[in-house]
């Protein structure tokens, strides 16, 4: 595989944005399309007041029901939708594509999403466009707001400083911007901190962290509509612990570059848009711990991709998308250990390189008043390919027996090619029927194919514990999916029950071989799976009061095999009651969930330390402005301080065997928060 030709494709877009917009820099139409996705662009309300006191945005998904969180320390939630994970879940950050750095999922995409900022957050289960490609299990989209400046006032900002209890967090953020809403530039940054939290019980969980973070980004539209877009941002994370992880990360430094250029066109528009991510992490086991082997794991990744638009209406009735994106993706991580930190111990990720190219098209009619109907398909050609495959590397610091990643692939897969060719095809068709003002009826059936990922495919770590090898010729993972909604309103009251299957062919599992000398060996293979579930949302307001229920239940089978697939949430229930009057807010927060007993345990060679138990956690918080540019946010999560764990959070190994990561017992947030 020539490894740089995307990538000067990709240079050559970029450069390219300065001349392709002249074609239709005279076309100043301004029709509004019947369907509009955009990247970037959304109302400043949006950053919601709860996000002044939470270190990580992605905790705001926790009030879905149909979403879980999976813990590993303090830092680094990795959001669970439907039951399915890590790369089953997709993360756009303002329409970019951004991969972790570590192995071990130390840093999830999601850990990139702006403190200073705080995004929208959308949670896309269903493929109901194609332009960000197919969604699995989920997609996770934050769209950051743009400034709202008032009539007579050219500059706009806000500084917000805040603390919790319970670990002793300490958070610090602003931004400034100045311009107009015809152009801006805007400067953003934050630093928050905390040590060790502690859980119900009062025992210490491993979680301090420090994170720093500053952007800039900036907007300029033209009279004709023709707009420009810019983004630079640096997030430096320290000293992130990992209870019983064996390691813990003290530096992950996060590199994020975006351009976004549109303009109307006939009746539509286009959209031109590329980025670099460049994420550097470092893992190791004695900075943050006493040791005696020292062990330290360099990883990096690195993302190019541009993506082109075009959305055209005809008639009215008619919504047409039609789009081509290119991707380039480069991992690299290399373990070491010995006295020096000199040996190279597993080539853990061995240059791993993947192209993308990906088309789509698609379309949604309006045949009649209260129908709609809509369809799309694409296709991505992938190439993935591990260019340091060859090399060998020596798990011992004094000596013996040396190994290869692709020795190690052959030997466990007898797999003789590292190189991998994907040719996938996705599609979707959905239909809208609305039969009164206040009932809508959906179905979307969907087929979705997802490549293998970096781990699944080309990690290659050998120690003394055991190994973990991904293997190369797993088969792509064929989604097929259906979903039916209906969704109504009556006076104040709103509803919305959904049920929804999902059909896997060639699922990726991953599953653990315990040895009889007491090590294990992880590996991947394909298996059948099929998952199902049934949601619910029933809601009330009148304005002042207001309540929500929420309902989630996933069924996950491992049809192989016969039995559960690892890491299914259980049965999760949300209540909540709020009160708002005149900018003062309070809401009360019940969380259920159910026991988990369907399991895929460790001791059988699954993922599942246990079953768990069920839980009931009671929180409250609220917002009250104190004077015409101050307000004061606060929260108490855990009110009766107790001692629980997500089923979904991973699984580590301490001295007591295999356990999850209890979660934060109570704690006090709170923060202030000017705005001029």
């Not at 609220?622 to 991973?650: C, E, I, Q, R």
Request: with cysteine.
């Amino acid at each position: 595989m020539v490894k740089h030709d995307l990538a000067r494709c990709i240079s050559l877009i970029v450069a390219g944005c300065a001349i392709a917009p002249l074609a239709h820099a005279q076309n100043e139409t301004q029709d509004a399309l019947l369907i509009r996705v955009t990247e970037g662009q959304s109302a400043e309300s949006a950053r919601l007041s709860e996000a002044a006191i939470q270190t990580e945005p992605v905790q705001r998904l926790s009030s879905d029901a149909s979403v879980s969180l999976s813990r590993m320390g303090g830092r680094g939630l990795d959001p669970v939708i439907r039951g399915q994970n890590e790369d089953r879940v997709e993360v756009l950050l303002d329409g970019m594509r951004v991969e972790g750095a570590c192995p071990s999922r130390m840093d999830p995409p999601t850990s990139r999403l702006s403190t200073a900022l705080a995004p929208v957050l959308e949670v896309r289960t269903s493929n109901r466009t194609l332009r960000w490609g197919p969604i699995a299990g989920g997609q996770v989209v934050a769209t950051t707001a743009a400034p709202e400046f008032a009539d007579d006032n050219r500059t706009t900002g806000h500084l917000t400083l805040g603390g919790a209890d319970n670990g002793e967090g300490k958070l610090v953020n602003g931004s400034v911007a100045a311009g107009s809403k015809d152009a801006f530039i805007r400067l953003a940054g934050g630093y928050d901190e905390a040590d060790d939290y502690e859980d119900g019980d009062g025992n210490e969980v491993r979680s301090s962290y420090e994170n720093t973070e500053g952007r800039v980004d900036g907007a300029w539209t033209a009279d004709n509509g023709f707009y420009i877009k810019g983004l630079v941002s640096r997030q430096e994370e320290r000293d992130v612990k990992f209870p019983g992880r064996g390691m813990d990360a003290p530096k992950t430094d996060t590199d994020l570059y975006r351009l976004e250029l549109g303009a109307p066109v006939a009746n539509g528009g286009w959209n031109l848009m590329a980025w670099q991510a460049d994420v550097d992490h470092v893992m190791d086991n004695f900075s943050l711990r006493e040791s005696p082997m020292k062990m330290q794991t360099n990883s990096e990744t690195r993302t190019q991709g541009a993506r082109l638009v075009l959305d055209q209406t005809i008639n009215f009735t008619k919504d047409i998308a039609i789009g081509v994106d290119v991707e380039s993706n480069e991992w690299d991580a290399t373990m070491y250990n010995g006295m020096n930190l000199t040996n190279e111990a597993s080539l853990m990720w061995p240059g791993v390189e993947r192209d993308r190219v990906g088309v789509f098209v698609e379309a949604f009619h309006q045949i009649r008043i209260n129908t709609r109907l809509g369809a799309g398909i694409r296709y991505d050609r992938i190439a993935m390919d591990a260019t340091r495959a060859e090399q060998t590397f020596t798990p011992s610091p004094m000596g013996g027996m040396s190994f290869s990643p692709s020795a190690l692939y052959a030997s466990e897969y007898g797999a003789t090619d590292a190189e991998a060719n994907d040719d996938n095809v996705s599609g979707f068709v959905t239909g809208e029927w609305r039969f009164s003002p206040r009932q809508t009826f959906e179905v979307t059936a969907s087929h979705s194919v997802r490549s293998p990922s970096v781990n699944e495919r080309y990690v290659a770590q050998k120690t003394m514990k055991g190994s973990w090898v991904g293997n190369p010729d797993l088969e792509t993972e064929k989604h097929y999916k259906l979903e039916a909604s209906l969704s109504g309103r009556e006076g104040d009251w709103t509803w919305r029950p959904a049920v929804w299957v999902d059909q896997v062919d060639d699922y990726v599992y991953r599953f653990d071989i315990r040895n009889a000398n007491g090590t294990t060996d992880t590996r991947y293979t394909n298996i059948d799976a099929r998952l199902l579930g049934v949601e619910g949302q029933l809601g009330w307001s009148n304005g002042t009061w207001s309540t929500n229920s929420k309902l989630a239940s996933v069924r996950g089978e491992n049809r192989d095999a016969d039995k559960a697939l690892p890491r299914i949430p259980p049965i999760q229930f949300i209540q909540t009651l709020g009160w708002h009057h005149q900018g003062h807010t309070l809401e009360a927060e019940w969380q259920l969930a159910r026991r988990q007993d369907r399991v895929d345990l460790v001791a059988d060679g699954g993922l599942d330390p246990s079953t768990s138990p069920g839980y009931g956690v009671f929180n409250l918080s609220g917002t009250h402005p104190l004077m015409a540019n101050l307000s004061l946010t606060w929260a108490v999560d855990n009110v009766f301080d107790k001692t629980w764990a997500s089923h979904v959070s991973k699984d580590n190994l301490g001295d007591g065997g295999v356990f999850r990561v209890n979660e934060p017992g109570r704690t006090l947030r709170a923060a202030l928060t000017a705005r001029w």
